[in-house]
């Protein structure tokens, strides 16, 4: 599995939401530009997991998100953090809306 999430964008929007499953895992949003604005997860506290994570960014979009790519993970917070070390090894910031991680927790990623 790469370490960066690389599958294509899907609309922010009520018709590409309910194709999604109600599995756990990680979600990135974007916006228009496919810039990664949240890196989030869908965790067992998650109601109806992904599904219900991406109802709620619909309905108050971080940072301007209009776009979002999923991934179905058992190991969501693993998985969550090094999508997190990546995006800070990338771009030595966290996406905006992520205001909420302590990057002294992330530890060092060097992806490839």
Not at 6 to 31: F, M, R
Not at 32 to 44: P, W
Not at 49 to 55: D, Q, R, S, V, W
Request: hydrophobic share 40%; net charge negative; proline share 6%.
């Amino acid at each position: 599995m790469p370490v960066r999430l690389d599958k294509p964008w899907q609309p922010l929007n009520e018709e590409a939401i309910s194709l999604i499953a109600g599995h756990l895992g990680v979600y990135q949003l974007a916006d228009a530009s496919e810039e990664i604005v949240y890196i989030g997860v869908a965790d067992a506290r998650s109601l109806f997991g992904l599904k219900g994570e991406l109802k709620k960014a619909m309905a108050d979009p971080p940072a301007g998100a209009t776009q979002f790519r999923v991934e179905v993970n058992m190991a969501y917070r693993t998985r969550h953090f090094e999508l997190l070390q990546a995006y800070w090894s990338d771009h030595a910031a966290l996406p905006k809306a992520n205001t909420d991680v302590d990057t002294r927790s992330l530890g060092q990623l060097r992806p490839g």
